[in-house]
């Protein structure tokens, strides 16, 4: 069956070249110490969020994967919300202020996953795909 409705217009965030060279600038260093001073000087901005979520899951602390994870898809959820997605519709991973929310919806269905939060890791999981299938096949 086709859908005859049109789709909503993609959504992308607006770019935020100080926490971008921030958090480029912590990738270099290389630190969780150095990524949650990105996520406390923008709180706003998931991209640090993401950072601290993948760290955490990499050193196997899922719990704290999770809270970091939940906390970027919240902040970056505030900033679909505020660029006019209307809670359905492609968050296009090739548009890269995306991808910290992206990637940290990702690290949320891993680290729910982990932790046996079955049902929310299928729902993260597909959520991703829904916002673009790109980010699914570039995350997982």
């Known amino acids: 069956m086709q859908n005859l409705l049109p789709e909503p217009p993609a959504t992308r965030l607006p ?3 100080e926490a971008d060279t921030a958090l480029a600038e912590a990738k270099q260093a290389g630190t969780d110490d150095a990524f949650k001073t990105v996520a406390a000087r923008f709180p706003a901005f ?3 969020w993401a950072a ?3 760290s955490a899951l990499a050193e196997k602390q899922p719990v704290t994967a999770y809270a970091y994870a939940r ?3 919240h902040r970056g959820l505030d900033a679909l919300r505020r660029n006019g997605w209307k ?4 968050v ?3 548009h890269v202020p995306n991808q910290g929310f992206l990637r940290c919806l990702h690290a949320l269905s891993v680290a729910a996953a982990e932790i046996g939060e079955a049902d929310e890791a299928a729902r993260c999981a597909q959520f991703l795909r829904d916002s673009d299938p790109a980010a699914a096949d570039a995350l997982t």
Do not use: K, V
Not at 87 to 90: C, F, L, V
């Open 46 to 48: 998931s991209g640090g």
């Open 52 to 54: 601290l979520a993948e």
């Open 87 to 90: 809670g359905h519709g492609s």
């Open 15 to 17: 770019a935020d070249a």
């Open 92 to 94: 296009p991973w090739s």
């Open 71 to 73: 906390t970027g898809y």
